[in-house]
């Protein structure tokens, strides 16, 4: 009996770990066709007689990123928004411009580990674990450097250095989402009331009032 049940549990635990990312394909491809009108976890797939090279192609990643905004980077994403032919391949990737002194803010991706190779300058990266321990991993990257940030765990990057910067990322979802903790603490909308805020960050109402702001 108790083998039984330990075989149980490790089915089931085998199945959560299964569930937990993106799911495997199940023919040569499913190009996305958002405008289908079955709505699916992800998207449903263009006829196959359909599909275009363009549904698997994206141009612009050697442009650089417009950086002339309060934090002084740019994303520019290459999910299943840009490119269909990512749906239900499990992958998708960005290039990220950095300013002297520009950050890509605290944000998560809820669904996806990202891997960032540094092309160019020098860049300041880290993740803090989950509580309760909340410890800082951080380093600072060279070009041709890489480091991994697991998924869900709260992650950052920096210009460390006096020039431009510029990375690449690689992450495990074709649509990994991302919260950027800042906007999405002080610019939900509606408000999340400044009471619960000021308790949370132990400040007064008015500095809460005056975050959301900014937001």
């Known amino acids: 009996m108790a083998i039984k049940i330990l075989l149980l549990g490790f089915l089931a635990l085998t199945c959560s770990l ?22 699916v976890n992800g998207f449903a ?31 520019t994403a290459v999910t299943v928004a840009q490119v269909p032919g990512l749906n239900t391949l499990g992958i998708s990737m960005a ?19 990202e ?23 951080s380093t600072v ?18 210009n460390a250095g006096k020039g ?11 649509n990994p989402g991302v919260i950027t903790i800042a906007n999405a603490v002080f610019g939900s909308k509606p408000d999340i009331s400044t009471d619960i805020l000021g308790k949370a960050f132990q400040v007064d109402n008015g500095v809460i009032a005056n975050l959301q702001a900014k937001f």
Do not use: W
């Not at 299964?18 to 289908?36: E, H, I, K, T």
């Not at 599909?51 to 934090?71: C, Y």
């Not at 891997?115 to 991993?137: H, K, Y």
């Not at 510029?166 to 495990?172: M, N």
């Open 18 to 39: 299964v569930s937990a990312s993106d799911s495997s394909p199940l023919q040569d491809f499913c190009v996305a066709d958002p405008n289908g009108p079955v709505k």
């Open 45 to 75: 797939c263009k006829s196959a007689m359909a599909v275009k090279a363009a549904d698997f192609s994206f141009s612009g990643l050697h442009k650089t990123g417009n950086t002339s905004n309060p934090t002084g980077s740019r994303v």
């Open 95 to 113: 290039r990220i411009d950095y300013a002297p002194k520009g950050i890509n803010p605290p944000h998560t991706h809820p669904r996806a580990t």
């Open 115 to 137: 891997i960032l190779t540094v092309v160019e300058g020098s860049i300041e990266v880290g993740f803090v674990t989950s509580n309760p321990d909340n410890r800082l991993i």
């Open 141 to 158: 990257l060279q070009k041709g450097d890489v480091f991994v940030f697991p998924i869900g765990l709260i992650h950052f990057q920096r």
């Open 164 to 174: 431009n910067a510029v990375a690449i990322a690689a992450l495990s979802s074709q």
